[in-house]
């Protein structure tokens, strides 16, 4: 069954199924065990830093983003003013700003969704299904339906997760042993290979081809090595897509 | 009990506050490519700006987590070269990390 299908004159726009939904769902099923956890740690944070457990659960469910819910946790005050406030969501903003990009990388797929659907959809948006969206749409799948499954699921397991991580805290073991910080960054390094298909889409051959990402490798350490924060992330990445702007090729694609 | 379920109007403008911002990153790059004019420069980009957001967020994060992290990372993108299975190269990484950590690197 489809929630977006007019018979007769078929939309320009992806269709979302129910199927979709479920796949979305699927596909993000490795990913769980290891949000879990970060959500949890989150929660146990949020108890020891003295935020109650609603404003806690609010965080989750509106601010829906682990790394920058975490740092916020080392500003939160217990009387706000206007400037913590606004440093607060600068900090916020600066962490989250990988997603401008993802979301620009991601955009042939997502001006597909129905309109009433986009903006709406995208505050499910988070580096999960972000990967599973760009792995789906290159293999040829147009169902908007897996990136709003996806981020559903995520979403309702992160607000769950963060309550008993809340109340009990204190019981979760180190979450580092059993390498749940390594999930993420395993499954966007297992992205490369399908993604190569794209750099070579530039019709650069072998050294060239691999210049961007040796750009996007190399600073994103360097920044790293030098800045403190998460900087690296958008200006490394930045640096990558630079260098293929300006390199010759691209005219085959 | 009650203190659970308060909760505080500053916290409550900061925690909107938050979400506003998480919101435009995640709409901010859509509306953005919504409105740029299509070009080949730009499409260079965009052909390499996936693998480049990848590379610039896991190997910061692979040498912050040590050896263990790198050999995982390592192994993962190996298996994945090998079978093309996602699954079989995330536990072949998870596997390595876990081991390697328990050894104590």
Known sequence: ?253 | MSALFTVHGGAFLALCSMALASYLCRVGGVWLMDHLPPSPPLKRALQALPGSIILATVLPLGMKGGVSALCGLAAALLMMILTRKDLAALSCGMIVVIALRQWGF
């Open chain 1, 1 to 253: 069954m489809s929630l977006s299908a007019s018979p007769q004159n078929p939309p320009p726009y992806a269709p979302i199924t129910w199927r979709g939904l479920w796949t979305g769902l699927r596909l993000v099923l490795p990913l769980l065990p290891g949000i879990s956890v970060f959500g949890a740690a989150f929660g146990a944070g949020a108890a020891h830093t003295g935020l109650t457990l609603a404003e806690a659960v609010l965080s989750s469910g509106l601010v829906f983003a682990g790394a920058a819910q975490l740092v916020s946790l080392a500003l939160w005050q217990q009387d706000w003013t206007l400037a913590s406030i606004l440093a607060i969501t600068l900090v916020v903003f600066a962490i989250n700003a990988r997603m401008i990009l993802m979301g620009a990388a991601l955009h042939h797929w997502i001006k597909t969704a129905p309109p009433r659907w986009r903006w709406i959809s995208l505050f499910l948006f988070t580096d999960a299904n972000w990967i599973v969206g760009m792995r789906y749409h290159a293999d040829g799948g147009r169902d908007y339906g897996i990136f709003i499954g996806a981020g559903l699921t995520l979403w309702s397991l992160w607000v769950v997760v963060t309550i008993p991580g809340y109340l009990l805290g204190s019981l979760i073991g180190d979450p580092h042993v059993w390498a749940l910080d390594m999930i993420m960054p395993m499954i966007f390094v297992t992205m490369l290979v399908p993604l190569w298909n794209s750099l070579s889409a530039t019709g650069r051959s072998g050294f060239l081809a691999l210049m961007p990402w040796g750009v996007a490798a190399l600073t994103g350490l360097a920044i790293h090595a030098t800045w403190d924060g998460y900087s690296f992330i958008v200006i490394g990445a930045l640096s990558g897509a630079l260098t293929s702007a300006l390199m010759p090729g691209g005219e085959r694609a």
